[in-house]
């Protein structure tokens, strides 16, 4: 089995930053891409920012120039530095990998969500 766990979320003043960092553990042989997404209260799940193995990057279009994805192989982990919080960031966000097992299976993998607040 595999699972994601995060960590970082919190509450933060407009302007501020944060950083989440999601670790993969369990049968893994290679972890493909990772990602970050998020959900509003209402709201659908929206993709924030997705990095491949090789480290090509996108983002959502409302977080560019303010978080950054970045991830540590050795590690399993992946991370979103997240600047210039703005008050609409507020939203539990969630980590997904597709992960490749010992016994070659590739999964989509969620994390349980941490919850971030942008608040003054």
């Known amino acids: 089995q595999v699972q994601l766990v995060e960590s970082g979320g919190g509450l933060v003043q407009p302007g501020g930053s944060l950083r989440l960092s999601c670790a993969a553990s369990?049968?893994?042989?290679?972890?493909?891409?990772m990602g970050w997404y998020r959900q509003a209260p209402g709201k659908q799940r929206e993709l924030v920012a997705r990095i491949t193995g090789g480290g090509n990057t996108n983002y959502a279009d409302s977080v560019k120039g303010r978080f950054t994805i970045s991830r540590d192989n050795a590690k399993n982990t992946v991370y979103l530095q997240m600047n210039s919080l703005k008050p609409e960031d507020t939203a539990v966000y969630y980590c997904?990998?597709?992960?490749?097992?010992?016994?070659?299976?590739?999964?989509?993998?969620w994390g349980q969500g941490t919850q971030v607040t942008v608040s003054s």
């Open positions: 997904n990998a597709v992960i490749t097992t010992r016994s070659l299976v590739s999964v989509p993998c």
């Open positions: 369990g049968n893994i042989l290679s972890i493909n891409d």
